[in-house]
């Protein structure tokens, strides 16, 4: 499948969540301060990615990660409400572009590029078990 026949450039989704200590950079090295962790940041990018596409895929179809490039520009402490926003700027036969920024309020917490790759499941996993 060629994703250029189902997705566009400027779909886009959102996603809110409030900082929890387990999203924490404490959670994972307990002598770290207890704000929102870049990792932690970067995944809720990706799934709001994952998410501005996955509506128009066919069954069987998903998009994976394959490539980062974020800046985590402030830090959120535990109960600050963090939106994650992402839209697609470019796509490729296999592989769609995005560009993904993070926020608490107004102010812009994370920002960068994205890009996710079109699989379809069942051969992906066949491919897998094949492999081991």
Do not use: C
């Amino acid at each position: 499948m060629d994703a250029r026949d189902v997705l566009t450039i400027g779909m886009s989704a959102e996603r809110t969540l409030v900082v929890t200590p387990d999203l924490t950079v404490r959670h994972f090295v307990p002598n770290m301060p207890a704000v929102y962790a870049t990792p932690m940041m970067i995944m809720e990018m990706e799934m709001a990615s994952a998410d501005a596409t996955a509506p128009q895929l066919p069954r069987g179809w998903v998009t994976v990660g394959t490539e980062v490039d974020i800046r985590h520009l402030g830090a959120s402490a535990v109960g600050a409400k963090v939106r994650t926003t992402s839209r697609v700027i470019a796509v490729e036969r296999r592989v769609i572009r995005f560009e993904v920024e993070a926020f608490e309020g107004e102010r812009r917490i994370g920002e960068g590029r994205h890009a996710r790759g079109l699989v379809n499941v069942a051969s992906f996993e066949t491919r897998l078990q094949a492999s081991r």
